[in-house]
């Protein structure tokens, strides 16, 4: 412990933190996001990513980056509204409008430097101190921070209980609603209830918040979404799509009625007081999006499917429980926090590399492994993942690791 009074309440905190069995770590990785990595100087085949098409480390999109600092430099200089616009946010912004429009009335799109600022910028600038946000449960973190940045009041339905989101909505007087939830749940990894959620938005003149960060590019024929499958369009929907998982790169775009952007544009204050991401990474991500909406798109999206069915069919657990969601995050469920961080290491000690997810992250008591698939993912990958699973629920026994 120091001497220094500050620095003894900070580590005493961590001493904290150490006891429940919450201290996070990095791993340092010295290869592409790709599925046989290295990271501490071993060689280990990693299901952490949310790289679900495989495209991080895609040669078309390295080079279109590559390009797009040929072009444009290193950096934007300046926010958006100064002087750091460029050319190639221009079209990648038009580009995403376009591949959004079907769920879109009179749409455009607007480009952020990351998903947790976009939903900062979108909760906070459609909601003020009179408004109400209704707040799925199991929301994450970024859309939480939100609603906190834009101090409406804030209630929170239980996971996936349109009955209980309509009586709330019945009873509230505020003129200002949104409805703010995931798409994919992003550690369950299933999907919203979206048809019966834009009813009520509907039907109480309320926005429908939809952050779609784990199924942009994976989920619909195309990869628009969440929203593809239903065919839904409205303009009390504001759609968030992050482009740092599926789509290999970084940020994110909010798809709204063009009022509704240009109001961000004005009011957002993590849009407006930002450097504007390097022109590069726009031109990088519509090399990406030109793959995603393309045959190449659909085949990654096949074969992530052939992984995530191959998963669900080959795990046989006794003591834990698996979550078989239709997505590419596919967790099994242990409990206590040191029980999935004991799993975590016995799949390291196989040279795998599963993520154990545990409080504030989850709720208390559902620790888990996160397993995420990959369309860079083989069948037998796959395979050596699942027997490693198994074999160790297959050993365990609950009281020597709680
Ligand atoms: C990852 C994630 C974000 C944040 O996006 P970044 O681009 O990583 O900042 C927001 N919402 C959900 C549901 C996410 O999973």
Not at 73 to 94: C, D, F, P, R
Not at 118 to 132: M, P, Q, R, W, Y
Not at 225 to 251: Q, W, Y
């Amino acid at each position: 412990m120091s001497a220094h009074p500050l620095l003894e309440r900070i580590e005493s905190g961590l001493a904290d933190i150490d006891r429940a069995h919450l201290r996070r770590t990095h791993r340092v990785v010295s290869t592409p996001c790709q599925p046989h990595l290295r990271a501490d100087g071993r060689d280990v085949l990693a299901f952490a990513s949310n790289d679900y098409l495989g495209l991080a480390a895609h040669p078309k999109i390295v080079e279109a980056l590559i390009d797009g600092a040929r072009r444009y430099g290193a950096g934007s200089g300046a926010s958006h509204l100064i002087s750091g616009h460029s050319q190639a946010h221009a079209e990648l912004e038009a580009a995403l409008a376009d591949f959004m429009s079907p769920h879109l009335v009179d749409g455009r799109a607007l480009y952020f430097c990351t998903g947790y600022m976009a939903n900062l910028a979108t909760i906070s600038a459609l909601a003020n101190k009179d408004a109400e946000i209704f707040s799925e449960e199991l929301n994450h973190a970024s859309l939480i921070d939100g609603a906190r940045l834009s101090r409406a009041r804030t209630h929170v339905y239980p996971h996936g209980d349109v009955a209980a989101l309509a009586a709330l909505l019945e009873a509230s007087e505020a003129e200002t609603k949104l409805i703010v939830t995931d798409g994919v749940f992003s550690m369950d990894g299933d999907i919203a209830p979206l048809p019966q959620l834009l009813a009520l938005a509907e039907k109480h003149n309320a926005w429908l918040v939809v952050d779609d960060a784990h199924g942009f590019g994976v989920v619909g024929e195309n990869g628009r979404g969440v929203f593809e499958p239903f065919d839904l369009r409205s303009p009390n929907l504001v759609i968030i799509g992050t482009l740092g998982k599926a789509a290999g790169v970084a940020g994110a775009y909010v798809a709204a009625h063009k009022s509704v952007i240009e109001w961000l544009i004005n009011r957002a204050r993590p849009y407006i007081f930002t450097t504007a991401a390097a022109p590069a990474q726009a031109q990088a991500l519509l090399a990406s999006l030109a793959l995603i909406r393309g045959d190449e798109g659909r085949e990654r999206r096949a074969a992530l499917q052939a992984r995530i069915f191959q998963l669900r069919s080959s795990l046989k657990l006794k003591h834990w429980r698996h979550i078989a969601s239709p997505t590419g995050v596919q967790p099994i469920i242990l409990g206590e926090n040191a029980a999935a961080l004991h799993a975590q290491a016995g799949l390291a000690e196989a040279g795998l590399w599963v993520p154990a997810i545990r409080p504030p992250t989850v709720a208390p008591g559902t620790s888990r492994l996160r397993v995420t698939l990959s369309a860079a993912h083989t069948q037998d990958d796959v395979a050596r993942l699942t027997s490693a699973i198994n074999q160790l629920d297959h050993d365990w026994t609950a009281h020597a690791h709680g």
